[in-house]
């Protein structure tokens, strides 16, 4: 499975972004896709998931509300749609997928995830 993430740029604060996560390869085999972030000099930190046949997604409580992970079958790709985002929402923001039927939970964890993408830059200016 590869990944190309895409869709970060230079936004407002109050402006929304949707990134993008094109798969390729065994894409059928995809169980779960999840979202990271990782901003300048932090770790990086659990975004959002999907659990596509479970029919389930998490978000970090930092973004809830404001964003929204989804799958476009047909064209193998996950979307993050960003609303209302505040400066501290500035990193750079990877997709991963795994394989593995994890629980939801697991899911927030990076090593969890076995394919990741090359990460995207979103800056939010105050």
């Known amino acids: 499975v590869q990944l190309q993430a895409s869709g970060g740029g230079l936004v407002q604060a109050g402006d929304s972004l949707r990134l993008s996560c094109a798969a390729s390869?065994?894409?059928?085999?995809?169980?779960?896709t999840g979202w990271f972030r990782q901003a300048p000099g932090k770790e990086r930190e659990f975004v959002a998931a999907g659990r596509w046949s479970a029919g389930s997604r998490s978000y970090a409580d930092s973004v809830k509300g404001r964003f929204t992970i989804s799958r476009d079958r047909v064209e193998n790709t996950v979307h993050l749609q960003m609303t209302n985002l505040k400066p501290e929402d500035t990193a750079v923001y990877y997709c991963?997928?795994?394989?593995?039927?994890?629980?939801?939970?697991?899911?927030?964890?990076?090593?969890?995830?076995?394919?990741w993408g090359q990460g995207t830059q979103v800056t939010v200016s105050s």
């Open positions: 390869g065994r894409t059928f085999s995809i169980y779960a």
């Open positions: 991963a997928a795994t394989t593995s039927r994890l629980i939801i939970s697991s899911l927030f964890q990076s090593v969890a995830y076995e394919f």
